[in-house]
T-cell receptor, first 113, second 113 residues
């Protein structure tokens, strides 16, 4: 059963703590992405990775970090430097970074208080 | 600063065709039109994409005007499970912005029993 998994679905953290969101895919896709969605808004790109051991900043990378040590995994760390971390975080993957549709995971809703 | 304009909301009777319009009057020659939808609190789902020819798949049809300044997504027989926010996205094949999907606010489609 191929797809993208994100865990957990809901995550709660105290302000000042770093938190890592998991994203795994078994689609054998080269490219992976992290987006953020705020209530009533569209998605905004945080980071993307075209291939293992490579990643690039998106539009709103400040306060976030990623790694891509394995093809199937692209974890996102929300650091304490992120001023408004409470949001819905979505991971996606595609066969290649260019000109291919992106497939999304179910998302992780992060609440920081 | 999304490059597309969509109505905020639309209703459609169950079993009827749902026609969702999108205006992209500034689209350039190397930009594709993509459609995604997002059911509440889930990850977006890819529907269809096209460059200038009309496209059809098992989910929907995409009609792009000859001047490419607008398009219409058609769900031929809407069901209650088609209730979602539908996003029309313009994405370049190459260059800046080609790696990401830039989501606007989309159209909230409500399928009425």
């Amino acid at each position: 059963d191929g797809g993208i998994t994100q865990s957990p679905k809901y995550l709660f953290r105290k302000e000042g703590q770093n938190v890592t969101l998991s994203c795994e895919q078994n689609l054998n896709h080269d490219a992976m992405y992290w987006y953020r969605q705020d209530p009533g808004q569209g998605l905004r790109l945080i980071y993307y990775s075209q291939i293992v051991n490579d990643f690039q900043k998106g539009d709103i990378a400040e306060g976030y970090s990623v790694s891509r040590e394995k093809k199937e995994s692209f974890p996102l760390t929300v650091t304490s430097a992120q001023k408004n971390p409470t949001a819905f975080y979505l991971c996606a993957s595609s066969i290649a970074a260019l000109h291919s549709e992106q497939y999304f995971g179910p998302g992780t809703r992060l609440t920081v208080t | 600063d999304a490059k597309t304009t969509q109505p905020t909301s639309m209703d459609c009777a169950e079993g009827r065709a749902a026609n969702l319009p999108c205006n992209h009057s500034t689209i350039s020659g190397n930009e594709y039109v993509y459609w995604y939808r997002q059911i509440h609190s889930q990850g977006p789902q890819y529907i269809i994409h096209g460059l200038k020819n009309n496209e059809t798949n098992e989910m929907a049809s995409l009609i792009i005007t000859e001047d490419r300044k607008s398009s219409t997504l058609i769900l031929p027989h809407a069901t209650l499970r088609d209730t979602a926010v539908y996003y029309c996205i313009v994405r370049p094949l190459l260059g800046a912005g080609s790696y990401q999907l830039t989501f606007g606010k989309g159209t909230k489609l409500s399928v009425i029993p």
